[in-house]
């Protein structure tokens, strides 16, 4: 059984890379019996989602007054410290 220090970090690691089914049926049995690291989870997961939805809007918007090459520079930078 995995602890909530374990979990934590399979979750983050979850954003990067699919998980092994043994760290995924791992990770389901903790969050199931643990609503601090179920909260964390969602948490992470609705911040992830935010911040492409964020990125995707700057690269979008045409009301900001950067040189395309700045927009794109932000928008991978945000990118890469996502991952």
């Known amino acids: 059984m995995l602890n909530c220090k374990q979990a934590s970090q399979l979750i983050s690691q979850s954003l ?3 998980l092994s ?17 179920k909260r964390f989870s969602q ?17 979008e918007d045409e009301n900001i007054k ?3 090459e700045a ?3 932000i928008v991978k930078s945000m990118n890469e410290n996502i991952k």
Do not use: A, N, W
């Open 21 to 37: 089914l043994r760290e995924r049926f791992g990770l389901k049995m903790h969050l199931f019996i643990c609503k601090y690291c």
């Open 66 to 68: 950067l040189p395309e």
């Open 71 to 73: 927009k794109k520079r």
């Open 16 to 18: 990067d890379k699919k």
């Open 43 to 59: 948490q992470i997961q609705k911040l992830h989602v935010t911040i492409h939805s964020i990125s995707k809007q700057t690269e």
